[in-house]
């Protein structure tokens, strides 16, 4: 089995109540001081250092210096855009409400072509780094890939057969009401192997992971070197 892990897993920063508390002051006061941090964490500057440094080494705070005067600069910090994405409420809820308006005027087979074309565009984003390569080199290419869209992928062969797993999937909450939405890994998927994939398992059915199988004509041992 061959797994590939998302860069960054950003809830590892809830791990820490205090880390928790740091980075809701950074998202409802925009940049602080490592002072500010303190007092609003009730702790210690040395441990807002600890847990600053810790954040950015998952790319979730950045430093600034400031300069002040004639004295020495200071540094306040801010949360990145990928630390926002521990915040997704409210764009899950207007995606929603968006997509329940389109399907009041729209038909079915417009959804599918809709879904099908944010497919085929996450395809196109990514074609630059497939082309030309064998299977056996796409496979672990299109994991790292699918692993930047939010998803915990995995596959292994089984004979002439490839499994891919999701362990995760960004759309879950948007798909419970919007199911046409598993679409979009499912034709990307085919998309980017140039194989047809067949979506066995789904987290939206209660399932522990997706999975989809691709038939290959050949087994690894009996593609091209």
Same mark, same amino acid.
């Given at each position: 089995?061959?797994?590939?892990?998302?860069?960054?897993?950003?809830?590892?920063?809830?791990?820490? +109540?205090? *880390?928790?508390?740091?980075?809701?002051?950074?998202?409802?006061?925009?940049?602080?001081?490592?002072?500010?941090?303190?007092?609003?964490?009730?702790?210690? +500057?040395?441990?807002?250092?600890?847990?600053?440094?810790?954040?950015?080494?998952?790319?979730?705070?950045?430093?600034?210096?400031?300069?002040?005067?004639?004295?020495? +600069?200071?540094?306040?910090?801010?949360?990145?855009?990928?630390?926002?994405?521990?915040?997704?409420?409210?764009?899950?809820?207007?995606?929603? *409400?968006?997509?329940?308006?389109?399907?009041?005027?729209?038909?079915?087979?417009?959804?599918?072509?809709?879904?099908?074309?944010?497919?085929?565009?996450?395809?196109?984003?990514?074609?630059?780094?497939?082309?030309?390569?064998?299977?056996?080199?796409?496979?672990?290419?299109?994991?790292?890939?699918?692993?930047?869209?939010?998803?915990?992928?995995?596959?292994?062969?089984?004979?002439?057969?490839?499994?891919?797993?999701?362990?995760?999937?960004?759309?879950?909450?948007?798909?419970?009401?919007?199911?046409?939405?598993?679409?979009?890994?499912?034709?990307?998927?085919?998309?980017?192997?140039?194989?047809?994939?067949?979506?066995?398992?789904?987290?939206?059915?209660?399932?522990?992971?997706?999975?989809?199988?691709?038939?290959?004509?050949?087994?690894?041992?009996?593609?091209?070197?």
């Amino acid at each position: 089995m061959t797994r590939s892990w998302p860069t960054c897993y950003t809830l590892i920063a809830m791990a820490s +109540p205090t *880390r928790e508390v740091i980075v809701r002051t950074l998202k409802a006061q925009g940049k602080c001081t490592v002072n500010d941090l303190a007092d609003a964490a009730e702790v210690s +500057p040395v441990s807002v250092r600890h847990h600053i440094t810790a954040l950015q080494a998952q790319d979730l705070v950045v430093a600034e210096e400031v300069k002040h005067g004639v004295g020495r +600069p200071y540094h306040v910090f801010s949360l990145t855009e990928k630390a926002f994405e521990l915040y997704p409420g409210r764009y899950f809820k207007l995606t929603n *409400r968006l997509l329940d308006e389109i399907k009041d005027h729209v038909s079915e087979d417009l959804i599918t072509e809709l879904f099908t074309g944010v497919a085929n565009a996450m395809a196109t984003q990514y074609a630059s780094q497939l082309q030309g390569l064998p299977l056996e080199e796409r496979l672990p290419r299109l994991m790292e890939m699918l692993n930047e869209e939010g998803f915990d992928a995995e596959y292994e062969w089984q004979g002439d057969e490839v499994v891919i797993r999701e362990m995760g999937c960004p759309y879950v909450q948007i798909g419970r009401a919007h199911p046409e939405v598993c679409a979009v890994d499912t034709r990307f998927i085919a998309t980017a192997l140039d194989l047809p994939a067949e979506r066995v398992n789904c987290l939206l059915d209660g399932d522990t992971h997706c999975t989809f199988t691709l038939q290959v004509a050949q087994t690894p041992e009996e593609l091209p070197a």
